[in-house]
Structure formats: C-alpha cells, structure tokens
C-alpha cells in the first residue's frame, strides 16, 4: 500500500514563500509520474503541476507558471513542490498524487491526505 504524506503547508503573506514536501512509503516511486493538486473552499480539486519520473519532464498550470517549481528526488523518494510569490488565490489544500503505473501521464493515482497552504494579504 504506498503512502503520500505531505508537508510544508502553512500561513504566508502574499509574496512569500513555501516548499511543500511529499514522501512517498510503500513501495519505490521513481519510475511513475507525479504531480501537485489543489482544493480551495467551495471549488473543486484542480491540477497543480507534474513531473515525469525521470524529472526531465514538468508541467503547470497557467494560473501558478513561472512561480512554482517541481521537482523530485528518486533516491529519497521524495516530491517537493517550491512555491514563490504567492497571491491570495493560491489558498488551497494541497495534495500530493502518484500515478500508479505510468511514468509520464497522471490518469489512475495514489492520493496524499493533503497539506494546507493559506496565503494572507
């Protein structure tokens, strides 16, 4: 049974800074795609960004581009999400997804239990 246990969320003002972390246990990881999520009251869970499991391969939605970073340690096992200027909007639980098999897409995921990220202006 593999688990994602996020870490990292937090209160910030609007301009700040955050990493999340996401360490995945159960089973090894790095040859499966995964990414970031989000939830902000009342909406529905949105994509965040992903990674491929080489890390060779990222993608982002347009509302976080060019602030937020992904990337990924193999060895650790490890999923990290770096958050820069963030706006008020960014307010969201944040939840860390595996997919379960394949190595580029997120379709059929493991999910984490989600960290909360609150932006204050």
């Known amino acids: 049974q593999v688990q994602l246990v996020e870490s990292g969320g937090g209160l910030v003002q609007a301009g700040g800074s955050l990493r999340l972390s996401c360490a995945a246990s159960?089973?090894?990881?790095?040859?499966?795609?995964m990414g970031w999520f989000r939830q902000a009251p009342g909406k529905e869970r949105e994509f965040v960004s992903r990674?491929?499991?080489?890390?060779?391969?990222?993608g982002y939605a347009n509302s976080v581009k060019g602030r937020f970073t992904i990337s990924r340690d193999n060895a650790k096992n490890t999923l990290l999400l770096q958050m820069n200027s963030l706006k008020v909007e960014d307010t969201a639980v944040y939840y860390c997804?595996?997919?379960?098999?394949?190595?580029?897409?997120?379709?059929?995921?493991?999910w984490g239990q989600g960290t909360q990220v609150t932006v204050s202006s």
């Open positions: 997804a595996a997919d379960r098999s394949s190595g580029e897409v997120l379709s059929d995921v493991y």
């Open positions: 159960g089973r090894t990881l790095r040859s499966v795609a």
């Open positions: 990674i491929n499991w080489s890390g060779a391969r990222t």
